[in-house]
């Protein structure tokens, strides 16, 4: 295996230059048993990303996480008795054996037959021409043709990893083939240093406590409550309750995070369980399992995996001493850079965080409660979609069709759908046919962007609140800690030849009556795709005039920008401008941030989203990630957000402004740099986006507003001579950000090796 020995040391040499991030040790802060920071024990490497117990995993894990990371090696033996890394006994499940030897076996696993390839049967080197894979389906299984040989334990040493973890999960089945899972350990220990075993069998752990040296501690894994534990035929459920016994066998334990917080059928939180305290008052450890930024989280995170990782390990009362985590970059920046921050800090005023109808993550888009929530969460700006009533009056909402937004499709309503071409493709039933009151009688509802995923949004909250007209917006702002408010106008053209709605005066005297007439207040931003309106705006006011540039383009011609800066102090662009993407992957970065700062022009992106399918695999499904980039690389000076809590807890993270000390976990990632390591044949890549031209941003100017229609007809072109709408595909008058989702995960700071 002579290739796989200098790969080895490539990894070591990078790993010694690579993992030099310092952390906050030391502080007396931590309710942890020995009062130091928690550990981040990375299972199988960074196995969220690459298969299972690869180097590639391995090598990620030691970049990218604390300094002292613990890397876990599941432990199989084969039959000539090698100890290798790999995270099932089953080895089908996680590596393309079944390619490579067709016959499959039938053991007795803990009491249950099981059809598989099992270590037992191979030697070492009847397993060097099988490759790990990715055993997670939801994962991408594109790096299952990137060099990735089985390792054994003392190929994994060779990392120097700051601490190695040895699971062994099923000493009994190995024991029924004549393997000692017990020699092997003793004699490896003696080999390299071991940190940590771990195994749900007391026996196991029994066997070796007395044989292996005091740098190893012993800890012992509980499965599920039900489960019977093999060496005591209790349940783990009962052992839970005789901490006192478990102490005779084990420093420490390691428990499914449910075990601490329970979470009910219906996804929420229960108040957390003496679990933590208990084993403290034994001296023991406690280690929690299960995490990952993919996994199934409680609705009360908001698919924030920081927030998570912060309620082990900072919530006032108790602190884990450890987590295992297949995306262990995740809990390294949770632990040294988002641990006990005060509620008082403000952070650094960059980027802007500006909401997406309020915090619509968790409240049914702009409702008083979106808002409340947002205003909660320490937004700087907070925004409204402007629509009109029939009867003239302007509210928020994020779209023109209620049918997004409330839940009138089942209500008596439904039968005002109409066929309006000219504003979006499929039916609508839409604010201006409605009047207010009609409107406030309707019931908001939540939008789940990510149904498909079976990912929903705060289904406890899902028609909760109510709508507001532009004046309950302004009323309700007016009295809040907000830098701002946003104002997007869209369809002003529309509304006044079809509906004989002015909405641009409707927004202005809005303004006005609350007094955001001047720069005395708070400040006011008005957005749109169209610049005829930003125009408009110009004439009559003196506010803040955003253009959205809502098509996703590869830069922007000087003379584009010229124009734009006729009309607008700032732009918004999509993020997918800044690192374009490819099949879930990033494949570069354009310059048009820059460009823009060029002309002294403010750069807002949208959309920001927690929900880990809604960001490229470079930024390993962590949100902070995804923001760090763009604020730190690309240099964007606001977000656009529907999660306004996660960018403002990105602001107050304590491993900003670093300089050459930033820890690589708060490093930007590199965009087309995972895009490398793939080795399989991607699809072919996309045409590029398009160039932004002078002639996409000038407008014809508004029409007049007609007299207001009096027969109860709907005017407009029923039928679709479209035309007005030239380039009608790209652009709808409505943002289109939330559609369109690509798969996402993963990246390499600096990750330069195959
Ligand atoms: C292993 O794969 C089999 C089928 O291929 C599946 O039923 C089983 O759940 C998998 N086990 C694990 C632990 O992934
Ligand atoms: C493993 O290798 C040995 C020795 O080369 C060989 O005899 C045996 O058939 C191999 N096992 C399998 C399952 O191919
Ligand atoms: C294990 O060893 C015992 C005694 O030598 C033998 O009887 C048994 O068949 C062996 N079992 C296996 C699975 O090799
Ligand atoms: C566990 O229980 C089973 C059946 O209840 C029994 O056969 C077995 O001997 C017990 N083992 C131990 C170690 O007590
Ligand atoms: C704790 O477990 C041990 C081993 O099963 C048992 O002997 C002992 O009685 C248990 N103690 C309590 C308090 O349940
Ligand atoms: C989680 O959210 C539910 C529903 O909103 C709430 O009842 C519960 O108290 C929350 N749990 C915690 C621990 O905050
Ligand atoms: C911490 O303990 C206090 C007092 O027991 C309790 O009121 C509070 O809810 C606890 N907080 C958490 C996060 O467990
Ligand atoms: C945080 O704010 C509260 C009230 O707003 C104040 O009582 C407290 O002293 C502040 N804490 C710090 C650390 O500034
Ligand atoms: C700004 O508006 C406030 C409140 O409407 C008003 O009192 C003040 O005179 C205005 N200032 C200027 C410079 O127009
Ligand atoms: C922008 O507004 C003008 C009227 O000022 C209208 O003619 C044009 O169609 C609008 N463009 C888009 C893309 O909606
Ligand atoms: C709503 O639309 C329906 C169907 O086009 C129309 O008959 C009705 O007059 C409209 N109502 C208002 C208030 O615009
Ligand atoms: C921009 O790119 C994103 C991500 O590929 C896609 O979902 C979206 O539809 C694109 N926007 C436009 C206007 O094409």
């Given at each position: 295996m002579p290739i796989l020995r200098s790969m080895l040391l490539l990894f070591v040499l990078h790993s010694t230059l690579l993992v030099s991030a310092k952390r906050s040790k030391g502080t007396d802060l931590w309710k942890t048993l020995n009062g130091n920071a928690p550990l981040v024990v990375a299972r199988g490497g960074f196995s969220g990303l690459f298969p299972d117990s690869s180097y590639a995993a391995y090598y990620l894990a030691l970049t990218t996480s604390l300094s002292d990371v613990i890397l876990w090696c599941d432990v199989q033996l084969t039959k000539d008795g090698a100890g290798i890394c790999f995270p099932t006994l089953n080895l089908a499940n996680s590596s393309d054996i079944s390619n490579v030897y067709k016959d499959s076996k039938v053991y007795l696993v803990g009491g249950e037959l099981v059809r598989g390839w099992f270590?037992?049967?191979?030697t070492l080197k009847n397993l060097s021409n099988v490759y790990l894979t990715q055993g997670i389906y939801s994962r991408s299984p594109l790096f299952d043709g990137t060099v990735s040989n089985i390792l054994t334990v003392e190929e994994v040493a060779q990392f120097k990893p700051p601490g190695l973890w040895l699971n062994i999960q099923y000493d009994a089945f190995f024991r029924q083939h004549n393997l000692s899972m017990r020699s092997f350990v003793l004699s490896v220990s003696k080999r390299v240093i071991i940190n940590y075993v771990s195994s749900p069998e007391l026996g196991f752990l029994g066997s070796i406590a007395s044989r292996i040296g005091t740098k190893t501690k012993l800890v012992f894994r509980f499965l599920e409550k039900d489960d019977t534990e093999p060496s005591t035929n209790q349940t783990y459920g009962s052992l839970l309750s005789n901490l006192t016994f478990v102490k005779k066998f084990a420093s420490g334990i390691l428990v499914p995070k449910s075990y601490i917080w329970p979470v009910n059928a219906g996804l929420y939180l229960q108040s957390p369980t003496s679990v933590v305290s208990d084993a403290h008052n034994e001296e023991l450890e406690v280690f929690a399992s299960d995490f990952a930024n993919d996994a199934v989280l409680s609705y009360n995170y908001s698919y924030d995996p920081i927030a998570e990782y912060l309620s082990f390990v900072d919530n006032g009362n108790f602190s884990v001493d450890g987590v295992l985590s297949d995306f262990p970059i995740t809990p390294s920046e949770a632990i040294d850079c988002f641990s006990y921050i005060s509620k008082n800090a403000t952070g650094q005023a960059s980027p802007m965080v500006i909401t997406h109808n309020g915090a619509s993550s968790v409240y049914p888009g702009c409702t008083d409660v979106s808002y409340q929530q947002a205003v909660e969460d320490g937004a700087d700006v907070i925004d409204c979609s402007v629509q009109m009533t029939s009867d003239g009056i302007p509210i928020c909402l994020g779209s023109i069709n209620l049918i997004e937004g409330t839940t009138v499709a089942q209500s008596s309503y439904s039968i005002r759908s109409v066929d309006i071409p000219e504003l979006q493709k499929s039916p609508g039933i839409f604010t201006f046919n409605l009047t207010w009151k009609e409107i406030q009688g309707l019931t908001p509802a939540i939008l789940n962007p990510y149904m498909d995923y079976n990912l929903y949004r705060y289904p406890a909250h899902k028609n909760s609140g109510k709508l507001l007209s532009v004046d309950d917006f302004l009323s309700f702002a007016k009295t809040k800690p907000l830098s701002g408010v946003l104002i997007r106008v869209e369809n002003a053209a529309y509304l006044a030849e079809y509906q004989g709605l002015s909405v641009i005066d409707a927004v202005i005297d809005s303004l006005h009556k609350f007094g955001y007439n001047n720069r005395t207040v708070q400040k006011v931003m008005i957005l749109s795709t169209n610049s005829s309106v930003l125009k408009e705006f110009k004439k009559k006011t003196s506010y803040e005039l955003v253009y959205d540039v809502d098509e996703n383009i590869s830069d922007a011609l000087n003379s584009s920008i010229i124009e734009i800066k006729g009309f607008a102090h700032s732009v918004l662009i999509t993020k997918q401008t800044i690192f374009p993407a490819s099949d879930g992957f990033l494949t570069g970065a354009t310059d048009v941030v820059d460009k823009l700062h060029a002309y002294n022009i403010s750069v807002y992106a949208s959309l920001f989203r927690n929900e880990y399918v809604s960001q490229p695999w470079d930024f390993f499904s962590d949100p902070i990630v995804e923001i760090n980039t763009y604020v730190s690389l690309a240099h964007i000076d606001g977000v656009i957000t529907e999660f306004p809590g996660t960018a403002i807890s990105y602001r107050k993270n304590k491993c900003l402004n670093m300089g050459n000390n930033t820890p690589n976990y708060m490093l930007p990632v590199l965009p087309g740099g995972l895009m490398k390591v793939i080795t399989t044949n991607l699809p072919p890549a996309e045409a590029p986006n398009p160039v932004l031209i002078e002639a996409d941003v000038i407008e014809p100017p508004l029409p007049p507003v007609v007299e207001k229609p009096t027969n109860s007809e709907t005017r407009g072109p029923a039928s679709a001579p479209n035309s007005r709408i030239a380039a009608s595909s790209t652009q709808s008058g409505q943002p289109r950000t939330a559609s369109g989702f690509f798969r996402s995960s993963f990246v390499v700071l600096a990750f330069i090796l195959f």
């Amino acid at each position: 295996m002579p290739i796989l020995r200098s790969m080895l040391l490539l990894f070591v040499l990078h790993s010694t230059l690579l993992v030099s991030a310092k952390r906050s040790k030391g502080t007396d802060l931590w309710k942890t048993l020995n009062g130091n920071a928690p550990l981040v024990v990375a299972r199988g490497g960074f196995s969220g990303l690459f298969p299972d117990s690869s180097y590639a995993a391995y090598y990620l894990a030691l970049t990218t996480s604390l300094s002292d990371v613990i890397l876990w090696c599941d432990v199989q033996l084969t039959k000539d008795g090698a100890g290798i890394c790999f995270p099932t006994l089953n080895l089908a499940n996680s590596s393309d054996i079944s390619n490579v030897y067709k016959d499959s076996k039938v053991y007795l696993v803990g009491g249950e037959l099981v059809r598989g390839w099992f270590s037992v049967d191979y030697t070492l080197k009847n397993l060097s021409n099988v490759y790990l894979t990715q055993g997670i389906y939801s994962r991408s299984p594109l790096f299952d043709g990137t060099v990735s040989n089985i390792l054994t334990v003392e190929e994994v040493a060779q990392f120097k990893p700051p601490g190695l973890w040895l699971n062994i999960q099923y000493d009994a089945f190995f024991r029924q083939h004549n393997l000692s899972m017990r020699s092997f350990v003793l004699s490896v220990s003696k080999r390299v240093i071991i940190n940590y075993v771990s195994s749900p069998e007391l026996g196991f752990l029994g066997s070796i406590a007395s044989r292996i040296g005091t740098k190893t501690k012993l800890v012992f894994r509980f499965l599920e409550k039900d489960d019977t534990e093999p060496s005591t035929n209790q349940t783990y459920g009962s052992l839970l309750s005789n901490l006192t016994f478990v102490k005779k066998f084990a420093s420490g334990i390691l428990v499914p995070k449910s075990y601490i917080w329970p979470v009910n059928a219906g996804l929420y939180l229960q108040s957390p369980t003496s679990v933590v305290s208990d084993a403290h008052n034994e001296e023991l450890e406690v280690f929690a399992s299960d995490f990952a930024n993919d996994a199934v989280l409680s609705y009360n995170y908001s698919y924030d995996p920081i927030a998570e990782y912060l309620s082990f390990v900072d919530n006032g009362n108790f602190s884990v001493d450890g987590v295992l985590s297949d995306f262990p970059i995740t809990p390294s920046e949770a632990i040294d850079c988002f641990s006990y921050i005060s509620k008082n800090a403000t952070g650094q005023a960059s980027p802007m965080v500006i909401t997406h109808n309020g915090a619509s993550s968790v409240y049914p888009g702009c409702t008083d409660v979106s808002y409340q929530q947002a205003v909660e969460d320490g937004a700087d700006v907070i925004d409204c979609s402007v629509q009109m009533t029939s009867d003239g009056i302007p509210i928020c909402l994020g779209s023109i069709n209620l049918i997004e937004g409330t839940t009138v499709a089942q209500s008596s309503y439904s039968i005002r759908s109409v066929d309006i071409p000219e504003l979006q493709k499929s039916p609508g039933i839409f604010t201006f046919n409605l009047t207010w009151k009609e409107i406030q009688g309707l019931t908001p509802a939540i939008l789940n962007p990510y149904m498909d995923y079976n990912l929903y949004r705060y289904p406890a909250h899902k028609n909760s609140g109510k709508l507001l007209s532009v004046d309950d917006f302004l009323s309700f702002a007016k009295t809040k800690p907000l830098s701002g408010v946003l104002i997007r106008v869209e369809n002003a053209a529309y509304l006044a030849e079809y509906q004989g709605l002015s909405v641009i005066d409707a927004v202005i005297d809005s303004l006005h009556k609350f007094g955001y007439n001047n720069r005395t207040v708070q400040k006011v931003m008005i957005l749109s795709t169209n610049s005829s309106v930003l125009k408009e705006f110009k004439k009559k006011t003196s506010y803040e005039l955003v253009y959205d540039v809502d098509e996703n383009i590869s830069d922007a011609l000087n003379s584009s920008i010229i124009e734009i800066k006729g009309f607008a102090h700032s732009v918004l662009i999509t993020k997918q401008t800044i690192f374009p993407a490819s099949d879930g992957f990033l494949t570069g970065a354009t310059d048009v941030v820059d460009k823009l700062h060029a002309y002294n022009i403010s750069v807002y992106a949208s959309l920001f989203r927690n929900e880990y399918v809604s960001q490229p695999w470079d930024f390993f499904s962590d949100p902070i990630v995804e923001i760090n980039t763009y604020v730190s690389l690309a240099h964007i000076d606001g977000v656009i957000t529907e999660f306004p809590g996660t960018a403002i807890s990105y602001r107050k993270n304590k491993c900003l402004n670093m300089g050459n000390n930033t820890p690589n976990y708060m490093l930007p990632v590199l965009p087309g740099g995972l895009m490398k390591v793939i080795t399989t044949n991607l699809p072919p890549a996309e045409a590029p986006n398009p160039v932004l031209i002078e002639a996409d941003v000038i407008e014809p100017p508004l029409p007049p507003v007609v007299e207001k229609p009096t027969n109860s007809e709907t005017r407009g072109p029923a039928s679709a001579p479209n035309s007005r709408i030239a380039a009608s595909s790209t652009q709808s008058g409505q943002p289109r950000t939330a559609s369109g989702f690509f798969r996402s995960s993963f990246v390499v700071l600096a990750f330069i090796l195959f």
